[in-house]
């Protein structure tokens, strides 16, 4: 037993590695100055406690001791740092794809957000679409392509949910994706939904997703056929390499 253990945790501990190494391949390719910053991030810090223990002139063992962590701060500084610039490169190529606001929309998992994947309509001439979703702050309908044409798609559903929440305050929150003035860009599109207040309980949220998903075995507007909406996937792993 104890042998397995060790095994699984080499193994975590191996494929944690690879995975740094891919996402730092990937990110290198775009980013030139991705490996100066992350030295930059990860020396500062031990150049920091060296100076720290010199001026104090510390005994020996907390000089070890400050080393050791100046050093685990720059390695975490240095992961930051990657992680946020994997993130730039990974929204600047997925911009302008087809299904990137899927792709964001569905990494939303906290807080009880629910976005599936698949948008609920998607015009067969544009590629524009909408995503529809749920958290205890609301319904969401978000829109990516031409603003004029997604608003105007999005009144339309719009109309549909307030069939089935009738009577209720509810908020439904609409959204376009793009650089557009009144548009959301992709990159602030997660941090847009999450800032919502939340309005529902667990209770009616759920109450909520059973309505919708009744209404969306009802509706005969949903995606139009000759629409694949499984090929408007693009995987946010895709972002980092993976």
Avoid at 137 to 161: C, F, N, P
């Amino acid at each position: 037993m104890a042998d397995n253990e060790k095994t699984e945790k080499k193994a975590k501990k191996q494929g944690t590695i690879s995975q740094i190494i891919q996402i730092y391949k990937f990110t290198s390719a775009d980013d030139k100055q991705l490996p100066f910053l992350i030295a930059g991030g990860i020396i500062l810090p031990i150049i920091v406690a060296a100076a720290a223990c010199a001026i104090l002139n510390v005994h020996w063992i907390t000089w070890i001791f400050t080393m050791i962590l100046g050093v685990m701060v720059g390695l975490l500084f240095g992961t930051m740092i990657l992680t946020r610039r994997a993130d730039k490169v990974g929204y600047r190529q997925m911009e302008g794809k087809p299904g990137a606001t899927g792709a964001i929309l569905n990494s939303i998992t906290k807080a009880g957000f629910s976005f599936p994947q698949e948008p609920i309509w998607v015009d067969p001439r544009t590629k524009d679409a909408i995503w529809r979703g749920t958290g205890r702050t609301g319904v969401y309908l978000v829109g990516e392509g031409d603003y004029g044409r997604v608003m105007k798609a999005m009144s339309r559903e719009e109309a549909k949910i307030k069939r089935v929440t009738r009577g209720s305050d509810i908020p439904i929150i609409k959204l376009s994706v793009g650089d557009g003035e009144k548009q959301v860009p992709l990159n602030k599109l997660q941090k847009t939904v999450m800032r919502q207040k939340v309005k529902l309980t667990k209770y009616e949220l759920d109450e909520l997703n059973g309505r919708l998903r009744t209404l969306q075995a009802k509706s005969s507007m949903g995606v139009p056929k000759g629409v694949d909406p499984t090929k408007m996937h693009v995987s946010r792993r895709a972002m980092r390499g993976k």
